[in-house]
């Protein structure tokens, strides 16, 4: 669960960006998105190209032992004292909250609940560390938000987005009904159960459907994959986006003015 | 529901999850009585803790119930103690089989042939009703929802509300061939049919059974939250009452029942305060008119001994039964108690049930869960029921050497595939080359994609491999 008071650092001049895996094989323009928006406000981005990925699946699996040798090789990557950013809340809750029980009597352990504290989900980063402010500069539209249940419950940086969002003059932010309940992700979940998670995303998607936009933002790649890929699937008018990519885009970074 | 809902919820056949999760999940009455009881107790339960700081209330609830579990054993005894110098007998029990004939025996020398049972989850954890008819014994439900339940020879769906699954017409159609009452869609008429039929029953019922929702150490006292009446009568009519309850409701005294019966009314159904709050503190007195001449408690164990030598899965036992969990529930709301196939259904059931039956019975519970989090965000005793879930399934597959598994059938999920398949992952994500090595080998063989992956595709499209992962994009721009 979120901490209570949450102790935001001052702001940087140098981060380490832990790209995730997903990000790295299927959405690196939302990684992109994501260095590019840092670096706008100033700070230098540092990427350990020796990162893989932070160990979650295998642990949620039950994979412990597989876990903890994946998350290992990430511990030492992070060698000065500069904030963790992270695109995801799911990657980012794996690092935060779990690394410091998964280390627990090993060599590792002071190291590992180092590390975890300077974990910060990214969008969280930007509107409470850097302070950012966004200026719209694309058309008028409507957009829902998913935000991931780590974002949400591990991370507790649910009011994020939506600030962040709120920032931009010409997007209509629209919620759509039970926002705060699982679009049926889960990692491994959507796999061993693909009847209940299917049945999690449908509604996910009737309920974005129903808020009127056509588009939605959301702040994790598995959520992403999963609503855009039943939208897409089932011919609903619902098309997804990393919420990184979508505020670059807005604020005249990409290739247009527009999203 | 399927026939194996309905029977022996202990023994089922751990494949049928995903058959019985196929049924609910297409029928629409299913889906359409749970989403909407759900998400009316969601509500409910919201506006109960308005005004009120409900952080601080769950921090009290939780320390309440620590501080009970830290000193459980002491307070057993002392419960025992202040039980008995209050005309209660207590009666200890290893397991359900061994609480069922406690009871049978507490019936047999009363030469007691009818028992009016109020609601417990316990009893249905033993099996209570089965037992006793198989020993000539008629046990009657009188909470109105397991009355229905019973009649249709089913078993909860919920542990608060237990015929949830059911809606007026069907409630009317059971109520009409088992009772001959008329076929009504009016719930005034239907519950005033049932209540009739009760009250004929605990007039004549030789003993009452009852569940507990807190034991009070200190004054031994039993509490029971209820809000039909028939707890009241059924621990009041008739001349003998028996209450069963798990060893781990005891707390240290009337204070810590405040903080606990504020956190589950409000938490469970939404309300204030239930309409009957009872405290039973031994049977009729000389004085007294009213009352039973014997009270009993059953303290029953049932694995709760072993789940409270760990000091992470203890957190379990903190349970008060809310249900906000299952309430809350993306996957419960969707395929309903009886698809579990356990007493308990929902996160609580997940965390609870591999303890009683074992993570070789039970391995298809840990994973049943998207790990969302919403049970352990509303639990009001603050229970880190995702992370709970997490260590269970460690435990169903052997998965942490340096942390040996212990719940009883651990290791039952293991399947050499799919370790070889983690194993596999683990030696890449290990190794920084190998894995730039390898998703730059997907990115450029993306075409190969499967277009079918499974349970995924199913019901969406797979995700598109980029052409040049985020690695190679950032090691081009120098990063």
């Given at each position: 669960?979120a901490?209570?008071?949450?102790?935001?650092?001052?702001?940087?001049?140098?981060v380490y960006?832990?790209?995730?895996?997903?990000?790295?094989?299927?959405?690196?323009?939302?990684?992109?998105?994501?260095?590019?928006?840092?670096?706008?406000?100033?700070?230098?981005?540092?990427?350990?190209q020796?990162?893989?990925?932070?160990?979650?699946?295998?642990?949620?699996?039950?994979?412990?032992?597989?876990?903890?040798?994946?998350?290992?090789?990430q511990?030492?990557?992070?060698?000065?004292?500069?904030?963790?950013?992270?695109?995801?809340?799911?990657?980012?809750g794996?690092?935060?909250?779990?690394?410091?029980?998964?280390?627990?009597?090993?060599?590792?352990?002071i190291?590992?609940?180092?590390?975890?504290?300077?974990?910060?989900?990214?969008?969280?980063?930007?509107?409470?560390v850097c302070?950012?402010?966004?200026?719209?500069?694309?058309?008028?539209?409507?957009?829902?938000?998913?935000?991931?249940?780590?974002?949400?419950?591990?991370?507790?940086?649910?009011?994020?987005?939506p600030?962040?969002?709120?920032?931009l003059?010409?997007?209509?932010?629209?919620?759509?009904v039970?926002?705060?309940?699982?679009?049926?992700?889960?990692g491994?979940?959507a796999?061993?159960?693909?009847?209940?998670?299917g049945?999690m995303?449908?509604?996910?998607?009737?309920?974005?459907?129903?808020?009127?936009?056509?588009?939605?933002?959301?702040?994790?790649?598995?959520?992403?994959?999963?609503?855009?890929?039943?939208?897409?699937?089932?011919?609903?008018?619902?098309?997804?986006?990393?919420?990184?990519?979508?505020?670059?885009?807005?604020?005249?970074?990409?290739?247009?003015?527009?999203? | 529901?399927?026939?194996?809902?309905?029977?022996s919820?202990?023994?089922?056949?751990?494949?049928?999850?995903?058959?019985?999760?196929?049924?609910?999940?297409?029928?629409?009455?299913?889906?359409?009585?749970?989403?909407?009881?759900?998400?009316?107790?969601?509500?409910k339960r919201?506006?109960a803790?308005?005004?009120?700081?409900?952080?601080?209330?769950?921090?009290?609830?939780?320390?309440?119930?620590?501080?009970?579990?830290?000193n459980?054993?002491?307070?057993?005894?002392?419960?025992?103690?202040?039980?008995?110098?209050?005309?209660?007998?207590?009666?200890?029990?290893?397991?359900?089989?061994?609480?069922?004939?406690?009871?049978?025996?507490?019936?047999?020398?009363?030469?007691?042939?009818?028992?009016?049972?109020?609601?417990?989850?316990?009893?249905?954890?033993?099996?209570?009703?089965?037992?006793?008819e198989e020993?000539?014994?008629e046990?009657?439900?009188?909470?109105?929802?397991?009355?229905?339940?019973q009649?249709?020879?089913?078993?909860?769906?919920?542990?608060?509300?237990?015929?949830?699954?059911?809606?007026?017409?069907?409630?009317?159609q059971?109520?009409?061939?088992?009772?001959?009452?008329?076929?009504?869609?009016?719930?005034e008429?239907?519950?005033a049919?049932a209540?009739?039929?009760?009250?004929?029953?605990?007039?004549?019922?030789?003993?009452?059974?009852?569940?507990?929702?807190?034991?009070v150490?200190?004054?031994?006292?039993l509490?029971?939250?209820?809000?039909?009446?028939?707890?009241?009568?059924?621990?009041?009519?008739?001349?003998?009452?028996i209450?069963?309850?798990?060893i781990?409701?005891?707390?240290?005294?009337?204070?810590?029942?405040?903080?606990?019966?504020?956190l589950?009314?409000?938490?469970?159904?939404?309300?204030?305060?239930?309409t009957?709050f009872?405290?039973?503190?031994g049977?009729?007195?000389?004085e007294e008119?009213?009352?039973?001449?014997?009270?009993?408690?059953?303290?029953?164990?049932n694995?709760?001994?072993?789940?409270?030598?760990?000091?992470?899965?203890?957190?379990?036992?903190?349970?008060?039964?809310?249900?906000?969990c299952?309430n809350?529930?993306?996957?419960?709301?969707?395929?309903?108690?009886?698809t579990?196939?356990?007493?308990?259904?929902?996160?609580?059931?997940?965390?609870?049930?591999?303890?009683?039956?074992?993570?070789?019975?039970?391995?298809?519970?840990?994973?049943?869960?998207?790990?969302?989090?919403?049970c352990?965000?509303?639990?009001p005793?603050?229970?880190p029921?995702?992370?709970?879930?997490?260590?269970?399934?460690?435990?169903?597959?052997?998965?942490?050497?340096?942390?040996?598994?212990?719940?009883?059938?651990?290791?039952?999920?293991?399947?050499?595939l799919?370790?070889?398949?983690?194993?596999?992952?683990?030696?890449?994500?290990?190794?920084?080359?190998?894995?730039?090595f390898?998703?730059?080998?997907?990115?450029?063989?993306r075409?190969?994609?499967?277009?079918?992956?499974?349970?995924?595709?199913?019901?969406r499209?797979?995700?598109?491999?980029?052409?040049?992962?985020?690695?190679?994009?950032?090691?081009?721009?120098?990063?």
């Amino acid at each position: 669960m979120a901490d209570p008071i949450k102790l935001y650092p001052p702001k940087p001049s140098k981060v380490y960006f832990f790209g995730t895996c997903l990000v790295d094989m299927f959405y690196p323009d939302a990684g992109m998105a994501g260095i590019q928006l840092l670096e706008r406000e100033g700070i230098e981005v540092i990427f350990p190209q020796d990162q893989t990925c932070c160990g979650q699946p295998a642990f949620t699996s039950g994979y412990h032992d597989e876990a903890r040798a994946v998350a290992k090789a990430q511990l030492g990557l992070f060698p000065e004292d500069y904030p963790i950013v992270v695109p995801s809340g799911s990657c980012g809750g794996m690092m935060r909250k779990h690394y410091p029980g998964l280390f627990k009597d090993t060599e590792d352990e002071i190291l590992a609940a180092e590390v975890a504290g300077r974990v910060w989900e990214l969008t969280d980063f930007l509107l409470n560390v850097c302070h950012i402010k966004l200026t719209d500069k694309g058309e008028p539209t409507t957009v829902a938000m998913h935000t991931s249940c780590s974002a949400r419950r591990e991370m507790g940086v649910a009011e994020v987005g939506p600030k962040l969002l709120g920032q931009l003059d010409n997007v209509n932010l629209v919620e759509q009904v039970r926002a705060e309940e699982c679009c049926g992700f889960g990692g491994t979940f959507a796999i061993r159960h693909p009847e209940i998670s299917g049945a999690m995303v449908s509604e996910k998607v009737d309920a974005l459907v129903d808020t009127g936009a056509r588009d939605f933002v959301t702040t994790d790649c598995g959520c992403l994959m999963n609503i855009h890929g039943y939208a897409e699937k089932n011919r609903k008018a619902m098309s997804g986006q990393h919420i990184l990519s979508f505020l670059w885009n807005r604020t005249g970074g990409g290739k247009g003015e527009q999203s | 529901m399927s026939e194996t809902a309905q029977h022996s919820p202990h023994h089922i056949d751990v494949k049928e999850f995903h058959p019985r999760a196929h049924e609910a999940l297409h029928n629409p009455q299913i889906r359409h009585n749970f989403r909407k009881a759900m998400d009316g107790l969601m509500t409910k339960r919201k506006s109960a803790f308005e005004g009120w700081d409900l952080e601080s209330l769950r921090d009290l609830g939780a320390n309440v119930r620590l501080r009970a579990l830290a000193n459980l054993p002491d307070l057993l005894e002392q419960l025992e103690k202040k039980l008995t110098e209050n005309g209660i007998k207590v009666h200890w029990a290893v397991d359900g089989d061994e609480a069922c004939r406690i009871v049978r025996d507490i019936c047999k020398a009363r030469d007691a042939k009818t028992v009016i049972k109020g609601k417990s989850m316990v009893s249905e954890e033993m099996e209570l009703n089965k037992y006793l008819e198989e020993h000539g014994i008629e046990a009657l439900e009188s909470d109105l929802g397991e009355y229905i339940v019973q009649l249709a020879g089913e078993t909860p769906s919920h542990i608060i509300m237990p015929a949830i699954h059911k809606n007026t017409g069907e409630i009317s159609q059971l109520l009409h061939d088992k009772t001959g009452t008329d076929l009504s869609n009016d719930v005034e008429y239907l519950t005033a049919e049932a209540r009739l039929q009760l009250r004929e029953k605990f007039m004549n019922a030789d003993v009452g059974v009852s569940g507990v929702n807190f034991a009070v150490a200190e004054t031994g006292t039993l509490c029971l939250v209820e809000n039909e009446g028939n707890g009241r009568m059924t621990t009041t009519v008739p001349k003998c009452h028996i209450a069963v309850t798990g060893i781990e409701k005891v707390v240290p005294n009337l204070e810590d029942v405040t903080a606990l019966l504020a956190l589950l009314t409000r938490s469970a159904t939404g309300q204030h305060i239930t309409t009957y709050f009872n405290m039973i503190s031994g049977p009729r007195k000389a004085e007294e008119l009213d009352g039973p001449d014997e009270v009993h408690v059953v303290l029953v164990d049932n694995g709760r001994s072993s789940i409270y030598q760990d000091d992470e899965l203890l957190d379990t036992l903190r349970c008060i039964r809310c249900g906000a969990c299952m309430n809350h529930c993306p996957v419960y709301t969707r395929v309903g108690g009886h698809t579990y196939g356990t007493t308990y259904p929902g996160p609580i059931g997940k965390i609870l049930m591999p303890h009683l039956i074992g993570l070789d019975e039970g391995r298809h519970l840990p994973s049943a869960s998207s790990l969302c989090g919403a049970c352990g965000e509303v639990c009001p005793v603050k229970i880190p029921i995702p992370d709970l879930l997490v260590r269970l399934r460690q435990e169903s597959v052997d998965g942490d050497k340096l942390h040996p598994a212990k719940v009883r059938g651990h290791g039952a999920k293991r399947n050499a595939l799919e370790a070889m398949i983690w194993k596999g992952w683990s030696w890449m994500h290990a190794r920084p080359g190998a894995y730039r090595f390898g998703t730059n080998m997907a990115a450029r063989l993306r075409k190969l994609q499967p277009g079918q992956m499974g349970g995924w595709t199913q019901f969406r499209t797979s995700p598109k491999l980029a052409p040049k992962t985020f690695h190679e994009t950032l090691k081009e721009r120098g990063q």
